[in-house]
């Protein structure tokens, strides 16, 4: 089939209109949109206009799925956000010099994906350059992001066209920089354009632009190019159409060159260009703000380009962008005519290809301020070919200026979808490359770009501003279903009240056993008769939470009834009084090997157990996988050496808080012989310093999935990176009243510590921003975070929340005074896990949070007067002895 | 009550009880043994037999269950539960997961 090829649109007074190809990120104004769809290609593509525009499209991507981009803003504003869009580059799209970016976006609900496809300067014989092809590649994967970043900005509209741009990113790990360098590049033209001429580079492929192959016309106006293929073929007609329309107007802007893939792909996404077409309202030109004009270059796909590179589905859509914003696009299109049915849409698709530029991601928020000159400019006529190529040049030397800047992709894409980028985490304290510094800088320069610009921007960049109204009045709240009493619980409270009533507890099961302890524990109780209860028989599981009321008479009289064989968990925590060394040894060390299936033992508490002591337990345990000794302040160093010989293979879980008498260097030599430590939990023990942690880290660490540094004050960043390094596997990690830490600490958590399930913070001096980064690149697996008492939590943070902390179900916000009623409930609200939010301290909060907030299943603590021992953390009684590994794993 | 949403509970001794499936729904077990697509027998015929139930313990869970339902609508009461009974009941509801 004949491709179609844009050309030069004639000077404006003759040309139809050219193919103002809508930049897909173009999304006209609103009423522009609408009718945009409805353009219809009025004329046959002017085709053979320019045989470069056939070469241009050098990547066939198929599109499988195209996207639609949002005609978005309303305002016509473009939006540089789109830029994420594009960040979902193609894996596959490894061509030689093209990048391929794959930007969707939502218009009018149908999603195009736009992928920027990089196109060779030389094969683009348009103008002097390239025209920036923008492919429409259907990657599976991008979709799903662009939705994403459809669905979040809501950007559509603008930041297509400005995104769209983006392309062609050099590799594919650099997707997000493509969406950079789109919307950077139309900014720069715009910038260079002020005089008059604008030059139709590609914004986004930089140099490559081609300034339409219009050479020689005076506007520069871009014929759509379309491949005559079937059914892609019909409609690029129509863009083409549009490209003949021309009236007018067109010459003013840059030409668009529409090449469209035969592909059946194409056609859809072709389809879904053509519908996104930008509004034909000439008028709303202005509002149109099409950043760039795009042209989209449809190539047939018989074209030996299409081969291949990116091998991706078979059809492929290459869009060249015009710089022109879409106002010339839409001047163009709606030229005259009255049908206006520039299939702007198609500039949707267009995808223009990104060579090696890659603006600065500043340059990404300059370009709003870019596109409004663009309107400005709506009416300037394109210079001739000559102008424009050297715009062209100019803008080659600020690709090749600027893309040792880009190094590093833009975060800011990254931001909506997690795909970690692919970036060479160098471990420098200094700098942390990566998806956290990538957030933070985002961060930063959102706060510096709110300030200056005040955008009524929503969302990360906007950190004043927390988008929350209260939705439902507090009795008007579904009750949840957590907060009816379930039998068991009215069941196990009736017999709490009555354990004295109780003759057995035959066939209970262990669970609810615990439970049942736990409960008289609590109330105070617990009492000889039930505890003989609890060990009658050959139990399997002991759970005393609290031992203190036990004297040693009783201890040794009730527990010799007790059938130890078949213990696995035995807790005596509060143990003091009853557990003196010569208590053992009719106990609980009454021979070598006594307790043979023991596994979990806790003794915390035993204030009287001394190295001897602990020696005849262990002898007594050979199977012990879990040994928690708090507060045994007896115990020295020695005991962990006999530890580490007798239970160095096998012990997983060791808890030693405040053990007063341990020093954490003596014990390094004994530490370092366990060989499957996954808990470790040390507040409270001398001397934990950097040092310590470096040696213990490089030598054991790589199992360790639980590591408590609670109070261990000594502790600076250079530890936090050795952890980070090392425990890759870390789920939970405590740095409560670590002072000395700072917001590097995060960063290099975020890199390294990617499944963090709980996280305690407390009296740290982290930074609103570095927080919320973090949440940014590692909050999905979020289970339990605290912030307590971190000052300076305030909007970055509970946005970061909201949208990144799917599992949170606990959350202590406590003293975080920043924290206005709004951002906690966004919090609230967006975080459906939620089932505990610990608000104490925070005397900012006011019935509208309280009242108004609509998720019936959190329970929230430390606001108004409520019992709360029942929400402190007990362990979970149905959870086996081992918090990481189940006993039969040796 | 309509025969279609009603589930029949039956207990050790071969008491039925009868009850509307909402009812029935608050515990958990119940509630996938009725609607999972398994194609159990019980979800046919809408019978959950209970052989390790006694007939006083299931009565009382059935009350347990309307007494559910009444405080999710708001009227929240009290539910008395006889001493003796409480650890029999404990572990049905445990088991019941109610």
């Not at chain 1, 213990?567 to 609980?588: A, E, K």
């Not at chain 1, 929230?860 to 006993?887: E, F, N, Q, R």
Request: hydrophobic letters at 35%.
């Amino acid at each position: 089939m004949t491709v179609l090829r844009s050309r030069e649109i004639a000077p404006p007074k003759t040309t139809p209109q050219g193919p103002k190809t809508r930049p897909k990120s173009d999304p006209s104004t609103p009423a522009e949109t609408p009718e945009s769809v409805t353009t219809t290609t009025t004329t046959p593509p002017p085709l053979n206009s320019t045989p470069s525009s056939q070469s241009q499209s050098q990547n066939p991507n198929s599109n499988p799925n195209p996207k639609a981009t949002d005609s978005g803003s309303a305002t016509g504003l473009l939006r540089r956000r789109s830029l994420r869009l594009a960040s979902k580059t193609p894996e596959g799209s490894a061509k030689r010099n093209t990048q391929i970016d794959e930007v969707g976006f939502d218009l009018f609900g149908e999603r195009v994906t736009v992928m920027g496809v990089e196109k060779r300067a030389e094969e683009l014989k348009l103008g002097s350059g390239l025209d920036p092809v923008t492919r429409l590649s259907g990657k599976g994967s991008g979709f799903g992001e662009e939705e994403k970043v459809g669905v979040d900005e809501g950007l559509t509209e603008l930041g297509l066209s400005s995104d769209l741009g983006v392309l062609g990113g050099n590799s594919e790990e650099k997707k997000k920089r493509k969406l950079d360098i789109d919307i950077n590049l139309p900014a720069w033209e715009c910038e260079e354009e002020d005089g008059g001429s604008k030059p139709f580079l590609s914004l986004r492929s930089g140099k490559r632009v081609a300034k339409p192959g219009v050479d020689g016309v005076g506007n520069g106006e871009w014929v759509i190019d379309l491949s005559a293929d079937k059914s892609g073929g019909v409609k690029s007609k129509g863009e083409c159409g549009r490209g003949e329309r021309g009236k007018g107007k067109l010459g003013e802007n840059s030409i668009y060159v529409v090449v469209l893939d035969s592909d059946e792909e194409v056609e859809r996404s072709g389809e879904n260009v053509f519908q996104s077409d930008l509004p034909s309202g000439g008028s709303s030109t202005g509002k149109r703000k099409l950043s760039d004009a795009i042209e989209i270059v449809v190539e047939d796909s018989e074209d030996e380009m299409s081969s291949g590179e990116n091998g991706v589905n078979e059809g492929r859509r290459k869009y060249s962008r015009q710089e022109k914003g879409k106002e010339k696009l839409v001047g163009g299109a709606l030229l005259s005519n009255d049908d206006d049915k520039v299939e702007l849409g198609l500039g949707l698709e267009v995808l223009s290809s990104l060579h090696n530029v890659v603006p600065s991601p500043t340059q990404i928020r300059e370009n709003e301020a870019l596109q409004d000159e663009m309107q400005a400019r709506n009416s300037n006529r394109r210079e001739n070919g000559r102008d424009r190529n050297q715009y062209m040049e100019r803008f080659r030397d600020i690709a090749r200026q600027n893309a040792s800047r880009f190094a590093r992709f833009d975060p800011r894409e990254e931001e909506e979808n997690d795909m970690p980028p692919q970036v060479d985490v160098e471990q420098d304290v200094e700098d942390w490359p990566g998806p956290f510094s990538t957030a933070m800088r985002i961060m930063r320069d959102g706060a510096e770009k709110n300030m200056q610009e005040q955008r009524a921007y929503t969302g990360k960049t906007k950190p004043a501003l927390v988008n929350w109204v209260p939705k439902c009045q507090e009795q008007d709240r579904a009750i949840s279903k957590n907060l009816i009493p379930s039998l068991q619980e009215l069941c196990l409270s009736v017999l709490a009240m009555n354990a004295d009533a109780i003759v057995s507890l035959e066939s209970v099961p262990d669970a609810l056993r615990h439970q049942l302890s736990h409960l008289l524990c609590d109330s105070r109780r617990m009492n000889t008769h039930f505890f003989e209860l609890l060990v009658q028989g050959s139990p399997t599981e002991v759970r005393l939470r609290d031992c203190s009321w036990l004297t040693e008479e009783e201890f040794t009289k009730s527990f010799q009834q007790c059938d130890i064989s078949n213990l696995t968990v035995l807790q005596l925590d509060q143990c003091g009084r009853c557990l003196p060394d010569y208590i053992l040894n009719s106990t609980l060390a009454r021979s070598s090997n006594c307790l043979p299936v023991l596994t979990s033992l806790s003794l915390s508490g035993a204030c009287r157990l001394s190295d001897v002591g602990l020696g005849a337990l262990v002898s007594s345990a050979p199977a012990l996988r879990s040994l928690n000794l708090s507060q045994c302040s007896l115990l020295t160093s020695s005991s962990i050496d006999t530890l580490a010989n007798s239970l160095g293979s096998v012990l997983r879980e060791l808890y030693l808080n405040d053990c007063q008498s341990i020093n954490a260097m003596l014990i390094l030599p004994a530490l370092e012989k366990f060989e499957h430590l996954e808990v470790l939990w040390l507040p409270g023990i001398e001397n934990v310093c950097d040092d310590f942690i470096k040696k213990f880290i490089t030598a054991r660490g790589h199992n360790l999935k639980e590591l408590i540094l609670t109070n261990c004050i000594n502790l600076t960043d250079s530890s936090v990176k050795v952890i980070a390094e090392t425990c890759s596997g870390l789920c939970a990690l405590d740095l409560v009243d670590l002072h000395k830490l700072t917001d590097s600490s995060l960063g290099y958590l975020a890199n390294g510590c990617r499944a963090i399930q709980t996280l305690k913070f407390r009296q740290n001096s982290f930074s609103d921003e570095a927080i919320a980064a973090f949440l940014e690149t590692s909050g999905e697996c979020l289970k339990e975070l605290s912030l307590n008492n971190i000052k300076k939590v305030g909007d970055n943070t509970a946005i970061s929340l909201a949208r990144h902390s799917r599992s949170l179900h606990s959350l202590d916000l406590s003293w975080c005074r920043n924290l206005t009623d709004e951002a906690l409930g966004l919090i609230v609200d967006s975080c459906l896990s939620l089932k505990m939010l610990k608000l104490f301290g925070c005397t900012q909060i006011t019935d509208l949070f309280l009242c108004g907030h609509s998720n019936p299943e959190v329970k929230i603590i430390g606001v108004k007067m409520t019992p709360i021992l029942k929400d402190v953390k007990v362990p979970d009684p149905a959870a086996g002895p081992l918090h990481y590994s189940s006993i039969s794993s040796t | 009550m309509k025969k279609e949403d009603t589930v029949k509970l039956i207990s050790a001794e071969g008491f039925e009880f009868v009850v509307h499936k909402d009812a029935a729904m608050v515990s958990q077990t119940i509630r996938n043994m009725l609607t999972s697509p398994g194609g159990f027998a019980e979800t046919e015929h809408g019978e959950v037999t209970f052989p390790e139930i006694s007939t006083t313990i299931l009565e009382k869970i059935c009350k347990y269950f309307y007494w559910n339902l009444q405080f999710a609508s708001g009227k929240q009461t009290e539910f008395h539960i006889e001493p003796e009974l409480t650890l029999e009941l404990m572990m049905a509801a445990n088991y019941l997961h109610t």
